[in-house]
């Protein structure tokens, strides 16, 4: 099993561009997040999804979008970047909100 | 608020010598509590989960333990490949609240 993968591994985007955040899992986990990890903030949720068909916010959801068409993928959307969402974006999966499997990461810089 | 507060923030150990991490919690009845490792550029690894005061779990030179207010991750006679972040997450009690993570203790085992 790959686990949890995420691409793109590195990403620079300039202020108003938009992107996604690719997030695919193959252990036919129902639960799904996305965490942005910022340098003294910790990890901070910023959507989920808790099966197909299914999300909602988590505490930092401004400028992001989700869905859930399949089990698998769980795609982040950045609506239009700001310097702001500069960070270190990880996809989580789980068979229900316990223990999470995270992928490796995506560093982002928005200038 | 419901809060996770790890300390210390960082800690440098000789090889050999052991010591505890502490995480302290302000949920009550919470339904799990999570330790993960990360190291740098990669994404935070599961390690244990908890659910009960007194439960302990043990790998290699690693123990958690938990109490109705805290737990620890005890390290003993630690080696330079432990060194990481080592983060603490609780899992609420109500079916709708999010895991909430720490900040983290950063750990570095000196040869």
């Known amino acids: 099993n790959a686990g949890v993968t995420q691409t793109p591994k590195f990403q620079v985007l300039k202020t108003g561009q938009s992107m996604t955040l690719q997030c695919a899992q193959d252990m036919n986990h129902e639960y799904m997040s996305w965490y942005r990890q910022d340098p003294g903030m910790g990890l901070r949720l910023i959507h989920y999804s808790v099966g197909a068909g299914i999300t909602d916010q988590g505490e930092v959801p401004n400028g992001y979008n989700v869905s859930r068409s399949t089990t698998e993928d769980f795609p982040l959307r950045l609506l239009s970047a700001a310097p702001s969402q500069t960070s270190v974006y990880f996809c989580?999966?789980?068979?229900?909100?316990?223990?999470?499997?995270f992928g490796p990461g995506t560093r982002l810089t928005v200038t | 608020e419901d809060q996770v507060t790890q300390s210390p923030e960082a800690l440098r150990l000789q090889e050999g010598e052991s010591s505890s991490l502490n995480c302290s919690y302000t949920?009550?009845?919470?339904?799990?509590l999570f330790w993960y490792r990360q190291d740098p550029g990669k994404g935070p690894e599961f390690l244990f989960t908890?659910?009960?005061a007194g439960e302990e779990k043990e790998k290699e030179r690693l123990k958690a333990t938990l109490t109705k207010k805290e737990s620890f991750l005890h390290i003993t006679a630690p080696k330079p490949e432990d060194s990481a972040t080592y983060l603490c997450?609780?899992?609420?009690?109500?079916?709708?609240?999010?895991?909430?993570f720490g900040k983290g203790t950063r750990l570095h085992i000196l040869p």
């Open positions: 997450a609780v899992l609420p009690p109500n079916r709708d609240d999010k895991i909430i």
């Open positions: 949920v009550s009845g919470l339904r799990g």
């Open positions: 989580a999966s789980s068979l229900t909100q316990g223990a999470l499997y």
């Open positions: 908890l659910y009960s």
